[in-house]
């Protein structure tokens, strides 16, 4: 949310609202005033700060490269210090998230979508053009980094809520309702609720735990304000209820005005002007003290859809407690498909979501829309798929799980899902309208009802083979117990994608897998430690192609009773952005499969092993897996450094030699943004790379279990009972539009 230029106000303007605070000081203080009301210590409130997750993401993601799909290992690593800072000073946090996009705001949310496809267009440029990753203007977050720190944080034993309405209003209303100390976001909204002090989590500094305490109070005053007129300035000069748009003329009359009465004033700060002029004509509005009790004053010059408009805007912001706050349970809300789904599961599907245990299911049964934000894909690789149109299909088969037991399977009121998903070629103009897939099984589908509150080694069973049935992969049930839950994980989403993407290669299943297998062994440090010569396009996508598919994975999960723990689902048990980058280019360039798999006999073992299994399904679906290696683009050149090159000018063979005896990286490397003008020079560079080389593949032994201890090997014994395949379709919105090749 946020209200148009509050914030940018308030620091040039209104120094006297900025407070630097230390946050231990005020942690004391909050409990000293508490301790003066308790009959005893013990009674004592703890110090709460509220904290807005999704302001925090980009400043907890400092991880060097974010292009890859994320380091997620040394992200763990940064949340644990980072809450561990907060718990050492004796603050306890609670966290929020966005859990749901309310209709009223869609258009914001589309537009905002749009403008960071056009950012991640300008990124993918600019790695063909250069082979690395681009400056900080550029930056993106990882695809599905909320979604994973939800459960980053849950596993470090910290409480954390997914919001079923607006994230802020639901932060403020506890900040409001259990008197914490603080809400530490960056949004002005927080300035205009009547709730806990707004502290910014951008001025922030963890050495010291200080920050910037915006006071509501002190800008009230300088503005000339009460706390309870905030709500009405903050709609008439624009936010996400009450676009910009709308009130520009009630704005313009107020500068108008304004300026006539303040001729000199302000006179080289328009955005201070804007706020001042809006503040005075709120202020004017009330001339009668009985006229205080509404929300919007009669002599405001609006027309009734305005007024209704702005109404609600304000409204918005009104807390549980306040006077005027709107009555009306949100508990007591109809839900989209509350028919096909028992009351239990509607409650449940509520709970987990709030929980943030669940993924998926509450969008689904209760709301019965879901979207997806931006993912790094090339929207001019016409040849790899939108993750949107990859999972699609498992998509449909757990809104089936979720929806259709018990259905006829005729089209009557069969229930259709709106899908506000983010991939090249779609407008976001509406909603795709997707209708559920029964998942095939040898019996009925079962309740679920029975999936999710039954008991026994049969359910237990029904929950392997529902899941495994969403991405095709049945035959993969003798692997469960056998093998690790994530490595499991790993290998259903790599042959779903397989068998979705008949572009992947090869190569790709190699890079796939092998970095799964040898994340295992290797330390956070480990990671960090691994060099890229040059970065590739196709490698970024496929990187977040992955990791959107774990979140399809945990709604799988979710959806079927939780078969695996969610644990086993997280990115961080089973990949890392810079060590797939990695293992890609090694595949890509030839490379022997004992030095992919870091020469390490067991890795290699449990490789093949998987390989096989992973192969053996394709080829029974029609699917056989070819070898395309790719080279990097033909916008940049990797060439060796100036001293290799003097030592070794008279052939190639030495400087595969080279890139094998130092990792290939470091100064053997050298990357130029510029093309060559000769054909044969490239094709000599695309024979040379193509040929093989050696990255860093040293490692040792670092366990590293889901959540610090083994993991849970006892299993029903289950048989795989055949399989399904399923062949979907695919919207003609696009050059997407065209079908997947037929399975032959």
């Known amino acids: 949310m946020g209200v148009k230029g509050l914030q940018l106000f308030t620091d040039s303007c209104c120094p006297a609202a900025c407070v630097t605070v230390c946050l231990r000081e005020m942690a004391r203080q909050h409990v000293t005033q508490h301790q003066r009301g308790c ?27 974010w292009v890859c799909g994320g380091q997620w290992r040394e992200y763990m690593d940064v949340l644990k210090g980072w809450v561990e800072a907060f718990t050492s000073a004796g603050i306890r946090l609670v966290f929020f998230f966005d859990g749901v996009v309310e209709e009223q705001k869609r258009q914001v949310w589309v537009k905002r979508r749009r403008r960071v496809n056009g950012e991640i267009s300008k990124m993918f440029r600019h790695i063909k053009a250069y082979g690395k990753q681009p400056g900080r203007e ?99 000069l624009g936010n996400d209820v009450v676009s910009e748009e709308k009130m520009q003329r009630i704005r313009n009359n107020a500068m108008a005005t304004y300026r006539t009465n303040n001729p000199t004033t302000h006179a080289s700060a328009p955005q201070g002007q804007k706020v001042l002029a809006v503040s005075h004509l709120v202020s004017s509005l009330w001339g009668r003290e009985e006229q205080e009790t509404e929300l919007i004053p009669q002599s405001l010059d609006l027309s009734a859809p305005h007024r209704e408009l702005l109404k ?42 709030v929980a943030t245990e669940g993924f998926m299911v509450y969008s689904v049964v209760c709301q019965g829309v879901i979207e997806c934000s931006n993912t790094l894909e090339d929207e001019e690789n016409a040849e790899l798929l939108p993750q ?141 430690q691994i060099k890229l010569p040059v970065l590739s396009s196709r490698a970024v996508q496929l990187g977040s192609l992955y990791v959107r598919g774990l979140s399809n994975l945990l709604g799988g999960n979710c959806a079927s009773g939780c078969p695996l723990p969610n644990a086993a689902l997280m990115p961080w048990h089973s990949f890392d952005g810079r060590l797939f980058h990695s293992k890609y280019l090694l595949a890509h360039s030839g490379t022997e499969k004992t ?56 052939g190639n063979e030495n400087l595969r030699e080279k890139r094998e005896t130092t990792g290939g990286h470091g100064g053997g490397w050298r990357e130029r ?51 399904s395949y399923y062949r979907g379709r695919i919207r003609p919105t696009s050059r997407w539009s065209q079908p997947p090749a037929p399975r032959t």
């Open 39 to 65: 009959a005893s210590t013990a009674n004592a409130t703890s110090p709460t700060l509220v904290v807005d997750g999704m302001a925090c993401l980009r400043p907890w993601y400092s991880c060097k490269d």
């Open 138 to 236: 550029l930056f993106c977050l990882p695809s599905g980094l909320a979604t994973f720190t939800c459960f980053a944080l849950r596993a470090l034993g910290q409480e954390v809520f997914c919001s079923v309405r607006e994230a802020d209003y639901e932060i403020a209303s506890y900040a409001r309702q259990h008197g914490s100390m603080g809400i530490l976001g960056q949004d002005s909204d927080f300035i205009i609720y009547d709730s806990a002090p707004y502290l910014s989590v951008a001025k922030l500094r963890m050495d010291s735990l200080t920050t910037v305490m915006y006071d509501r109070h002190r800008l009230c005053q300088a503005i000339g304000l009460t706390v309870t007129q905030l709500p009405l300035l903050a709609c008439l």
């Open 312 to 353: 609600r805007g304000v409204c918005s912001y009104l807390l549980p407690g306040h006077k005027a706050f709107p009555q009306g349970d949100i508990s007591a809300q109809s839900f989209a498909f509350e028919k096909h789904v028992s009351p239990e599961i509607l409650k449940a599907c509520r709970e987990k979501h």
């Open 388 to 528: 949107a149109l990859v999972y699609k299909p498992c998509r449909q088969r757990i809104y089936g799980l979720l929806l259709l037991h018990g259905h006829d399977g005729s089209s009557v009121d069969l229930p259709a899902i709106r899908e506000w998903f983010v991939y090249p070629g779609n407008p976001l103009k509406e909603p795709d309208m997707v209708h559920p897939v029964q998942i095939s099984l040898p019996y009925d589908q079962p309740s679920l009802d029975l999936l999710w509150f039954g008991i026994g080694p049969k359910v237990s069973t029904l929950r392997v083979m529902s899941f495994l049935s969403i991405f095709d992969c049945q035959e993969f049930s003798d692997l469960y117990g056998d093998i690790e839950d994530s490595l499991l994980a790993a290998l259903c989403l790599v042959t779903y994608i397989i068998l979705q993407v008949h572009t992947l290669s090869q190569e790709d299943v190699d890079a796939y897998l092998s970095q799964a297998v040898c994340l295992r062994l290797k330390s956070p440090d480990e990671l960090q």
């Open 595 to 650: 030095v992919l798999l870091d020469s390490d006999s067991s890795c290699l073992s449990l490789f093949l092993r998987l390989k096989e299994k992973l192969t053996e399904t394709c080829r029974k679906r029609g699917r056989v897996l070819q070898s395309r290696p790719c080279a990097p683009e033909q916008g940049h050149r990797i060439t060796p450094g100036p001293r290799h090159r003097e030592k070794h000018a008279g």
């Open 673 to 723: 943004g510029e093309a060559s003008g000769d054909p044969s020079e490239y094709d000599s560079r695309e024979r040379l790379w193509q040929r093989g080389g050696h990255f860093n593949a040293q490692s040792h032994s670092y366990p590293y279990s889901h959540d610090g201890g083994p993991q849970n090997t006892s299993r029903p014994q289950i048989q795989s009972r055949g399989r």
